[in-house]
């Protein structure tokens, strides 16, 4: 959980709270179990398949959307300062290297210092609302959505990178069929 965002446990128990505050004196209130997670949340709001139109803000002013990058892979990264993984940029690179006609790697920074390296090779947007995170509903950080060509997630990730990075990576390179 990042400092910008609330968790659904959080906001569960604080709902469940407020609805007992208001109760009568001896009375509890309960969620339905409908409303407590029963396992991980999904890293987004983000549906595997599903269009993804956003609006990227950048560093340096403007933005970015998803859907003039049609045509392209595109690796969306939401990060904070705490997560920001310098060895796991290299892959990104190795992967914008093979393919850089066909892929957009956007780094997203939601930090309200921004980028401390701007010299990354990287399309780099600036969030420091959380504007992005709260439209994607990012769980955790990082929060990575790879779209194909068609602007559809075709795979995401949340939280620990190591191995979810492989496979994002495998998603990504699978949109050029190898």
Excluded at 96 to 113: F, G, I, K, T, Y
Aim: proline share 8%; charged share 20%; glycine share 12%.
């Amino acid at each position: 959980m990042n400092p910008r965002g609330v968790a659904l446990p959080m906001v569960v128990g604080l709902v469940g709270g407020l609805v007992g505050a208001c109760r009568p004196a001896g009375t509890t209130a309960t969620l339905p179990a409908s409303a407590t997670p029963s396992g991980p949340l999904p890293p987004s709001r983000a549906v595997t398949g599903e269009t993804l139109d956003v609006v990227v803000p950048l560093l340096h002013g403007g933005s970015v959307t998803t859907t003039a990058l049609r045509g392209k892979v595109v690796v969306l990264e939401l990060v904070d300062a705490e997560h920001v993984d310098a060895a796991g940029y290299v892959d990104y690179q190795r992967l914008q290297d093979e393919r850089p006609d066909d892929v957009a790697v956007l780094l997203v920074s939601l930090d309200p210092e921004g980028w401390t390296d701007t010299t990354l090779p990287f399309v780099l947007g600036w969030d420091p609302q959380g504007a992005l995170a709260t439209r994607l509903r990012a769980a955790r950080l990082p929060t990575v959505i790879v779209l194909d060509r068609d602007g559809r997630v075709v795979h995401q990730y949340g939280g620990e990178r190591a191995r979810s990075q492989e496979h994002a990576l495998a998603a990504a390179r699978a949109q050029f069929g190898g």
